[in-house]
């Protein structure tokens, strides 16, 4: 089993930063992709961005050029940064971990993302 603990989130103003961090535990195959999606209110659950085991990284049009996401694989932990945010960029941010090797998903509990004056 896999868990995956996320923290960063909070209340900024627009324009401001934010970094997400998402700790992975547990069994870990090598090959994975660990990213972050998005539920905003009466949306649906949206991709932000990807970045695979190899370093290969994928990023919503929405937040490219915003939004960096880095991971360090020897603590199995993936980064978000966010820049000049936007009220639009409110959300609850889910950190997902997929299993290269077996196919399964998992998601953490999610952490609130408010941009606000």
């Known amino acids: 089993q896999v868990q995956l603990v996320e923290s960063g989130g909070g209340l900024v103003q627009p324009g401001g930063s934010l970094r997400l961090s998402c700790a992975a535990s547990?069994?870990?195959?090598?090959?994975?992709?660990m990213g972050w999606y998005r539920q905003a209110p009466g949306k649906q659950r949206e991709l932000v961005a990807v970045v695979s085991s190899s370093g290969h990284s994928n990023y919503a049009d929405s937040v490219n050029g915003r939004f960096t996401i880095s991971r360090d694989n020897a603590k199995n932990t993936v980064y978000l940064q966010m820049n000049s945010l936007r009220v639009e960029d409110t959300a609850v941010y889910y950190c997902?971990?997929?299993?290269?090797?077996?196919?399964?998903?998992?998601w953490g509990q999610g952490t609130q993302v408010t941009v606000s004056s």
């Open positions: 997902k971990l997929r299993d290269g090797v077996f196919d399964s998903d998992y």
């Open positions: 547990g069994s870990i195959s090598r090959i994975n992709v």
